[in-house]
């Protein structure tokens, strides 16, 4: 897919637009579902960048469709079974949404990311060598960058506004938030689908760093895994053989694209840099390496 095909924004006639994020467009179908669009918009530090990447909004849709179902016996998830094809009317648009979009159940989100980790890297670096601790969990004295951790810990953040950043909180936070029944639940299967998708992807070759999940509750409070799972976009994917503890591995994900922003001066505010072809065309090859690796031939 070249530059020009790929798709920044949608607009579907059919449907009232409930809102756009930072990469899905969300509409609203009924009182039961909403039709979900990933675009190949690309955001860094919760900024939108002004060029999307070719075939991103596909690699997250798929990749998210494997895990849904990988731990489908784990907990409800937001898929319906419904497609594209069955809410909007125009078979043009339908045929190019269709592997990027996915019809899906009216829930109400809970206002946490729930983030784990399984090494020591990213915002969870930096707290640590501030004060030993993840989000008031304590870790080992002299643990080093990219180090896996004894255990894999949850380390929820609070849901920022748009443009500004997610925030590191207790889980006490979490609990005073949503209370401790469904704290504790939430804690319990993030770390159980954690676990299940490491251990996957270190057989193909792919260590999960740490990633976050979003869930939300039916009118009759079951909780569901909702948004998207385990994509490049959520987690940070390393390959197994270039691991070194002590340095921040390449990865599969949009990293790639912050270290390039990192050179700019640029101040991590809107509107974002243009980004050279060649970037956009790596890290398209980055998302499809991951999709490939994790899925293909997958039992």
Excluded at 57 to 85: A, K
Aim: net charge negative.
């Amino acid at each position: 897919m070249s530059t020009a095909d790929a798709l920044f924004e949608t607009l579907i006639p059919d449907l009232a637009l409930i809102g756009r994020g930072k990469v899905r467009d969300i509409y609203s179908v009924d009182d039961d579902h909403l039709l979900i669009v990933t675009t190949d918009r690309l955001s860094a530090y919760d900024v939108v960048l002004p060029d999307p990447v070719p075939g991103k909004g596909e690699v997250l849709t798929q990749i998210s469709l494997f895990w849904f179902r990988m731990m489908s016996d784990l907990i409800d998830n937001q898929l319906t079974g419904l497609t594209i094809d069955d809410v909007v009317k125009d078979p043009a648009l339908c045929q190019r949404l269709r592997h990027q979009s996915l019809v899906v159940k009216r829930l109400q989100p809970l206002p946490i990311e729930a983030v784990v980790r399984g090494y020591l890297i990213g915002s969870g670096w930096r707290d640590y060598q501030e004060s030993g601790n993840v989000c008031g969990i304590d870790l080992p004295k002299g643990m080093q960058l990219a180090e896996k951790l004894p255990q894999p810990i949850f380390t929820p953040a609070s849901k920022a506004e748009a443009g500004d950043h997610d925030e590191n909180i207790s889980y006490e936070a979490v609990v005073e938030l949503v209370g401790e029944k469904l704290a504790s639940r939430v804690r319990e299967i993030t770390i159980q689908i954690y676990e299940r998708a490491a251990n996957y992807a270190l057989s193909r070759g792919i260590i999960i760093a740490d990633t976050k999940f979003e869930f939300g509750l039916d009118n009759e409070g079951r909780l569901h895994l909702i948004d998207e799972v385990l994509t490049p976009d959520s987690s940070r994917f390393w390959p197994v053989d270039q691991y070194q503890v002590g340095s921040s591995p390449p990865s599969f994900d949009k990293q790639f694209v912050r270290d390039y922003l990192d050179t700019l001066d640029w101040n991590k505010t809107a509107p974002g840099p243009e980004l050279p072809a060649e970037i956009l065309e790596r890290t398209a090859e980055k998302y499809r390496e991951a999709l490939t690796r994790m899925t293909v031939q997958a039992t």
